[in-house]
């Protein structure tokens, strides 16, 4: 097949710049050929190299006792939960696939993740996911929203993962590009965990799963760019095609290959497909790798070299196998039914080769490919918004007078709605390992020794008759990009203890985190002036809590002509564990009788807004999104959580709920009808709350206000006046504010009273999203 020319406006076609295009000049003392030049384009795309981020990744905290396998070593993170037991995990998006096209783009997402998990060796157990959208009333966004919804459900389903947690939010920033995070975690032993290298000189590689076809080209590429109305059609064809069915053979034969010990490496064909997993396995191993395209198995006729090897066809991967064992990996995907073919060879002169039709068609040095893309400094400059945001104050805004009406409003408001419309769709007990469900602060599982993967014979002489204790782990998603538009740094550090705090409210300690970035145009010095201050705050928070990064995503050029770039929103995934399964607790009230607990300061005294800027209730009320949010104080922060998992692990605290958008009346209101006995049965509890004692703050602050570090909890009368007790001892502001009982939540303040049916403030919580999606 004749290739194409390369010129200037061919590499400029492939995203690269003329100075990068020098450099790989320098690197090959040739002209590129056309395939070659595709590879550089997919390697160095940010989606891969990470080019424009890499200087700012390195601020994050990366170290710790427990990490195995740390950030940027490794396809997922792997963390020591004791007991000879690891967990594998990991969040990475799919923004650009899931615009174009929905339903493919948010599947694919999910099974890209799940097989960065198996690559590890681990068995998936449980998946999340974060989404944005825009405003619902908009039906191109409800459009979108359906398609990302389906597809999430229709890979997690048939994969038979539990999608057990998540997060949406609705912004007219999203409008046009929508954000699709996917989380997995795996479990497995410490000596299962398995490296993508290829190690061993003349070890041969295998290509396994199914054929290559020309779907998902160059998606990575795509990823790493502006998404116009124009490129958006032009690169449907960049938008992976999934199958979940596939994807399951494809994990089970390569766990049970795996415990046969006769793999020397392994690598998933994610983002550059054949590309990046023969460069990336041969650049960690410090080892080549030969390839011949003429023995990869393809779907379509007349397939060229630049197809194939930048092809994003799913549920395929790379693996290396000892020499002389290649019989096992035959045996094993004939059993499963699958494709193989024994595509190459680990050499010891450190290039890719690739043959395609007798001719060599790619020669680089696999190191320079995969790790010495170009790095870049980018400019950074204060957005001139930012000067009415700091000036922005009250004084326009009218104090509530319908405080039950507002609550009601907020409760319907989308971005705090029960998410039950999505996951609903989603298998959340599959496995039965699901513990606390969608519904709760965070989702738990447990890790039982038949979530392991098997072990190859020696490993199980090794391991014995060793038990393996139950595993309790949990782990939330969290990122409010309205606060990190606002003020990118307290927005940074507010995720980060948000997401840590909900682990608390489930009795969790954090042990690490993973973080998927997503942001605008790094071109342009505000957005990146945005990523920069909000990476400080993540990896401050990190530290403060202990919780270090193992790994994560950067996705950049989340903009769209007119509609313009993202609200910046820097979402967090932090996996804690839970020592004792007597310790796990849920958000909302038992018994009647109890007593209602506030921990924290109702309102932020050194805070001119109160906590109120950048709020729910701004927004859904007033139709504003200003003001610096509330601020952070992250030792203030690490107090609150000890002092909760301190009262939990002694028994007292009956439900722990935390105060978050909406502020402590919604905490309040979401603690009375949360708990979902049955598919469509609840049960109410009404409290009766009196917050009279607080004075000389506005009566919307009091309730609506979303000051940080406060967390409501319930214990047993008799021990009210003792947890006040202890945690004043520790430092944490804390006051008996109600008791649970009755049908009606009733909340009495220094300027009066309101109520309302715990029923009616639940309807609207449980069915605004149904509705406007049947609109």
Not at 463 to 485: L, M, Q, S
């Amino acid at each position: 097949m004749n290739e194409p020319a390369i010129t200037p406006e061919l590499v400029a076609k492939h995203n690269l710049t003329p100075e990068e295009y020098e450099k790989i000049l320098g690197i090959l003392g040739r002209t590129p050929s056309y395939t070659e030049l595709g590879i550089f384009s997919v390697m160095w795309s940010e989606h891969c190299s990470y080019k424009n981020t890499r200087p700012v990744l390195k601020t994050f905290p990366t170290k710790g006792d427990r990490i195995l396998v740390g950030a940027g070593e490794e396809n997922a993170g792997i963390i020591d939960v004791g007991d000879g037991v690891a967990i594998a995990f990991k969040i990475e998006s799919h923004n650009h696939p899931s615009a174009v096209e929905p339903f493919q783009g948010a599947a694919t997402g999910v099974g890209g993740i799940i097989r960065d998990i198996f690559t590890m060796g681990a068995r998936p157990v449980a998946a999340l996911n974060s989404l944005r959208f825009g405003e619902l009333d908009n039906p191109e966004v409800r459009r979108l929203f359906s398609g990302v919804v389906s597809g999430i459900a229709h890979y997690g389903n048939c994969f038979g993962i539990p999608t057990i947690a998540g997060e949406v939010c609705f912004d007219k920033s999203y409008e046009g590009n929508p954000l699709v995070n996917a989380f997995a975690l795996g479990v497995l032993r410490h000596e299962q965990i398995t490296r993508g290298a290829a190690r061993g000189v003349g070890n041969p590689v295998f290509y396994v799963g199914p054929a290559t076809g020309r779907d998902g080209l160059a998606g990575a590429a795509f990823a790493s760019q502006d998404l116009t109305e124009e490129s958006a059609e032009q690169q449907r064809g960049a938008v992976q095609v999934g199958d979940p069915f596939m994807e399951k053979l494809v994990c089970e034969a390569c766990l049970e290959l795996l415990a046969t010990g006769v793999v020397a490496g392994m690598q998933d064909m994610g983002a550059a497909g054949l590309t990046c997993s023969t460069c990336e396995t041969a650049a960690r191993a410090g080892t080549g790798i030969e390839i011949e395209l003429d023995r990869v198995p393809q779907r379509a006729p007349n397939m060229s070299s630049y197809e194939i090897m930048l092809s994003e066809s799913q549920e395929r991967m790379l693996i290396v196998v000892e020499k002389g064992q290649e019989e096992a990996v035959k045996r094993i995907f004939d059993k499963w039914d699958l494709p193989w073919s024994e595509i190459g060879v680990v050499t010891d002169t450190g290039r890719m080769v690739v043959r395609h039709g007798g001719r060599v068609v790619v020669d680089v040095p696999a190191k320079k490919l995969a790790d010495e893309a170009p790095i870049y400094f980018r400019d950074s400059k204060e957005p001139a918004y930012r000067e009415t945001v700091r000036a922005f104050r009250l004084d326009g805004i009218p104090d509530t007078t319908a405080p039950a009406a507002d609550l009601g409003k907020l409760l319907a408001h989308h971005t705090i709605a029960s998410k039950n419309w999505v996951y609903r769709q989603y298998d959340h007990m599959v496995r039965d390992g699901s513990v606390v469900c969608p519904g709760s602060d965070a989702a738990v599982i447990r890790i039982k020794a038949d979530s392991l993967p098997v072990m190859s014979a020696e490993l199980a002489a090794k391991v014995g008759d060793r038990p393996v204790p139950e595993k309790y782990v949990a782990f939330t998603v969290d990122c409010n990009g309205t606060y990190v538009y606002l003020d990118p740094y307290e927005g940074g550090k507010a995720a980060v203890a948000e997401a840590c705090r909900n682990l608390a409210c489930a009795g969790a300690v954090p042990v690490g985190s993973t973080d998927n970035l997503n942001f605008g145009n790094p071109n342009h010095p505000e957005i990146f002036w945005q990523l920069k201050e909000s990476v400080r705050g993540l990896a401050e928070a990190c530290r403060a809590f202990a919780a270090p990064v193992t790994g994560g995503n950067v996705s950049l050029y989340n903009q769209r002509g007119a509609l313009g770039a993202i609200d910046p929103t820097p979402t967090v995934a932090v996996v804690g564990i839970v020592d004792d399964p007597r310790h796990i607790t849920t958000q909302w009230f038992k018994d009647d009788g109890d007593a209602i607990l506030l921990l924290g300061a109702p309102v932020d005294a050194a805070d001119p807004l109160q906590g109120l800027g950048g709020s729910a209730y701004l927004k859904a009320v007033h139709g504003q999104k200003n003001g610096l949010p509330p601020r952070v104080d992250l030792e203030a922060a690490t107090v609150l959580h000890t002092t909760l998992l301190g009262l939990i692990r002694e028994g007292v605290v009956k439900s722990a709920h935390d105060c978050s958008d909406g502020g402590l009346a919604v905490a309040l209101a979401e603690s009375c009808f949360s708990n979902q006995v049955a598919r469509e049965t609840f049960q109410f509890t009404g409290a009766t709350v009196d917050l009279s004692t607080v004075t000389g703050v506005r009566l919307d602050a009091l309730l609506f206000g979303e000051t940080q570090n406060r967390v409501v909890i319930s214990v047993a009368a008799a021990d009210a006046a003792r947890v006040v007790k202890q945690a004043r001892i520790m430092g944490v502001p804390a006051a008996v504010i109600g008791t649970v009982g009755g049908d009606v939540l009733t909340v009495k303040t220094s300027q009066g009273e309101f109520s309302a049916p715990v029923a009616a403030l639940h309807d609207p919580w449980w069915n605004s999203i149904a509705q406007a999606m049947s609109a």
